[in-house]
């Protein structure tokens, strides 16, 4: 069974900081790409960074600056640290784990940044 589990979400301050995990079981890790996608009330899933199998990082423009994604291939998880964080980043944060046709979804956490 496959399971993408996320953690470190919650309320934060404009401009405060929070760091997202992803914990992966059930795959094999280290040839997946993995990503985290954000769903905002009202709005589509929108993919917020990516890190491929090689450590290869792509940030949508809203976050590049402010968001890293890293990934430990021997604990088999991703992370976000966010920083600078802006009330329009308020949204569920889902993790996702992609190779070739193989595609998970976590259950996603949630994250609201107060003005």
């Known amino acids: 069974q496959v399971l993408l589990v996320e953690s470190g979400g919650g309320l934060v301050q404009a401009g405060g900081s929070l760091r997202l995990s992803c914990g992966a079981s059930?795959?094999?890790?280290?040839?997946?790409?993995m990503a985290w996608y954000r769903q905002a009330p009202g709005k589509q899933r929108e993919l917020v960074a990516s890190?491929?199998?090689?450590?290869?990082?792509d940030y949508a423009d809203s976050v590049q600056g402010r968001f890293i994604i890293s990934r430990d291939n021997a604990k088999e998880s991703v992370y976000l640290q966010m920083s600078s964080l802006k009330p329009e980043d308020t949204a569920i944060y889902y993790c996702?784990?992609?190779?070739?046709?193989?595609?998970?979804w976590g259950q996603g956490t949630q994250v609201t940044v107060s003005s």
């Open positions: 996702n784990a992609n190779y070739q046709a193989y595609d998970y």
């Open positions: 059930g795959i094999f890790f280290s040839v997946y790409t």
């Open positions: 890190i491929n199998n090689g450590g290869s990082t």
